[in-house]
């Protein structure tokens, strides 16, 4: 599966953007799917991620409440709606195809597809 995100940009704090992470790929509506970020001199980091059928969706308390993660498998795309966006957010955003180890989740691919970048301003 091969991956590309979008939807970036710089935002003031409090804002909101959409991403969006178009597949290639006929198998994608049976991946289990997520987001990731890596800020600057950080280690990339688990936003959210949603069963294959979208029925389960899972968020880390850093974005809970204000991150919303879906997808439409007609279209082969996985969202991001963040709203109410602080400084700490600005990284860059992956989308992956995802599974459960060690009780984190982890790309399942071992491939990472272009990023998009989100700045917030303060």
């Known amino acids: 599966v091969q991956l590309q995100a979008s939807g970036g940009g710089l935002v003031q704090a409090g804002g909101s953007l959409r991403l969006s992470c178009v597949a290639a790929?006929?198998?994608?509506?049976?991946?289990?799917m997520g987001w990731f970020r890596q800020a600057p001199g950080k280690e990339r980091e688990f936003v959210a991620a949603?069963?294959?059928?979208?029925?389960?969706?899972y968020s880390a308390d850093s974005v809970k409440g204000r991150f919303t993660i879906s997808r439409d498998n007609a279209r082969n795309t996985v969202y991001l709606q963040m709203n109410t966006l602080k400084p700490e957010d600005t990284a860059v955003y992956h989308c992956?195809?995802?599974?459960?180890?060690?009780?984190?989740?982890?790309?399942?691919?071992?491939?990472w597809g272009r990023g998009t970048q989100v700045t917030v301003s303060s």
């Open positions: 992956a195809a995802v599974k459960v180890a060690g009780q984190k989740f982890v790309n399942a691919l071992d491939a």
């Open positions: 790929g006929r198998t994608f509506s049976t991946y289990d």
């Open positions: 949603i069963s294959w059928d979208g029925g389960r969706t």
